[in-house]
C-alpha cells in the first residue's frame, strides 16, 4: 500500500462535506463532470490519469475528470462508498478490506498493474533475497500490511521470526534507512522511493518488489467505484464505462510519449525534478510490463492475493474476488484479460 507520511505536501483539505458529483448532470451540453479522489498527491504513478486529463483523452469520452488529492490517504474508498466522489484511486488490499466492511465499492480499472512496494536496502547491504533479512532490521510504517509483508518474507527466506527485526520508524522510511537506523525498508516503492534512494547515493539500491519475496502480485493501483451506483444508476454505469475508457486511451498514449508524461508530471507534482524526470520512464516501463492489457485485472491474481490476505490474517474470512473487482466496464475489445 501506499508510503506513509505525516502530512500530505500540497494536498486539498478533504472534508466530509463535499457533495458528490452526479454523473447524470453536467457542466455544459457535450461534457460529464467526474469527481476523483485519488490515493495521494499528485506523482509518477498518476501518469496515465494526467496524460488523459491534459491531452483530451476524457473530453474525448464526454467527460470533464477532476483530480483531488486526499488530506488522509486512508478516506477514499469511504468517500466513494458514501457518495461524496464519484471515483477513486485505492490500493488492491483496501478493496478487500473494504468489501469485508461492508463499503459498496467495486475495482472498475487497474491504475498500476504491478507491485510498487518493496523491500529496499542499500547496494552493500546483502539484502539480495528474503535469506538475506537473518540478523538484519527493517524499517517500517507500522500498519498491519507491514506485519503480514515481513511474516511472509520470514517463510520465504526460511528464517525463524526471531532473526529479523522490525522497527517502526514512521514517516521516515528513507532516512531511517540512508542513516544506517535500519538495513532495509518496506512501504517505499520501486519507482520512486528507490530512484531517490539511488540518486542521494549515487549507487543503485537492492530492490525487491513483494512479488518477489513471497507475497502474491498484485495490483497497486486500482480505480474504484460506488458498486451500488453501478447497479442502480444507468448513467453513473455508463459515465464510469467513458472514465475507464479515457484511462486505458490515455495510458496507452502515454506510453508512447514518455518525454511528454515526464512534461506534464513535471508540471502537476512537487517531487524534484530529476526524481520525476527519472520516475515518470520508469514507471511507464512497469506499466507496459505489468502482464494484463492496460486497465485489466486477473481474477486468479485477485483470489490469490485475497487468499494471501486471509492466511496473514489481514482479512477475517475470504472475500470472493468477484465482489470486489470486475472487468465489465472496460472498453470494448479491451476485457479478455
Same mark, same amino acid.
Do not use: C, F, W, Y
Given at each position: 500500500m501506499r508510503r506513509t507520511t505525516a502530512a500530505l505536501v500540497g494536498a486539498a483539505a478533504l472534508l466530509a462535506s463535499v457533495p458528490a458529483v452526479l454523473a447524470g448532470a453536467s457542466s455544459n451540453a457535450s461534457t460529464t463532470p467526474v469527481s476523483v479522489i485519488m490515493d495521494w498527491v499528485p506523482n509518477p504513478d498518476h501518469v496515465g490519469l494526467y496524460y488523459a486529463q491534459? %491531452?483530451?483523452y476524457f473530453d474525448k469520452q464526454g /467527460? @470533464? /475528470? @477532476?483530480?483531488?488529492a486526499p488530506s488522509d490517504a486512508s478516506t477514499p474508498l469511504k468517500l466513494v462508498g458514501a457518495g461524496k466522489f464519484d471515483l477513486a484511486i485505492s490500493y488492491e488490499p483496501e478493496f478487500f478490506t473494504a468489501v469485508e466492511k461492508k463499503l459498496p465499492v467495486m475495482g472498475v480499472a487497474s491504475i498500476i498493474p504491478v507491485p510498487l512496494n518493496a523491500l529496499i536496502s542499500l547496494s552493500d547491504s546483502g539484502i539480495t533475497s528474503p535469506a538475506g533479512l537473518k540478523g538484519k532490521s527493517i524499517g517500517i510504517a507500522g500498519v498491519p500490511f507491514d506485519s503480514a509483508v515481513i511474516s511472509t518474507m520470514v517463510r520465504a527466506g526460511k528464517l525463524n521470526a526471531n532473526e529479523v527485526k522490525s522497527v517502526n520508524v514512521g514517516f521516515n522510511l528513507v532516512p531511517s534507512l540512508l542513516s544506517h537506523k535500519v538495513n532495509a525498508i518496506v512501504g517505499g516503492y520501486q519507482n520512486v522511493e528507490a530512484l531517490q534512494i539511488g540518486?542521494?547515493?549515487?549507487?543503485?539500491?537492492? /530492490?525487491? &518488489?513483494l512479488n518477489k519475496v513471497g507475497i502474491p502480485t498484485y495490483n497497486e493501483l486500482v480505480l474504484a467505484a460506488n458498486s451500488s451506483r453501478l447497479k442502480s444508476d444507468p448513467a453513473y454505469a455508463?459515465? $464510469?464505462? %467513458? $472514465? /475507464?475508457?479515457?484511462? $486505458?486511451?490515455?495510458? =496507452?498514449?502515454?506510453? =508512447?510519449? &514518455?518525454?511528454g508524461s515526464t512534461a506534464i508530471m513535471e508540471k502537476v507534482s512537487d517531487y524534484k525534478k530529476d526524481l520525476v524526470d527519472a520516475s515518470v520512464p520508469y514507471t511507464l516501463k512497469l506499466i507496459r510490463q505489468g502482464g494484463p492489457k492496460v486497465g485489466c485485472m486477473s481474477f486468479a491474481q485477485w483470489r490469490a492475493f485475497g487468499a494471501w490476505m486471509t492466511r496473514t490474517k489481514l482479512l477475517a474470512g475470504p472475500v470472493p474476488a468477484s465482489t470486489v473487482t470486475t472487468n465489465k466496464y472496460l472498453p470494448k475489445g479491451s476485457q479478455a484479460c
Open positions: 491534459q %491531452k483530451g /467527460v @470533464s /475528470v @477532476s483530480l483531488k540518486q542521494e547515493t549515487g549507487k543503485k539500491p537492492n /530492490v525487491l &518488489p455508463a459515465t $464510469v464505462r %467513458k $472514465v /475507464v475508457a479515457g484511462i $486505458v486511451a490515455g495510458t =496507452r498514449a502515454a506510453m =508512447r510519449d &514518455p518525454k
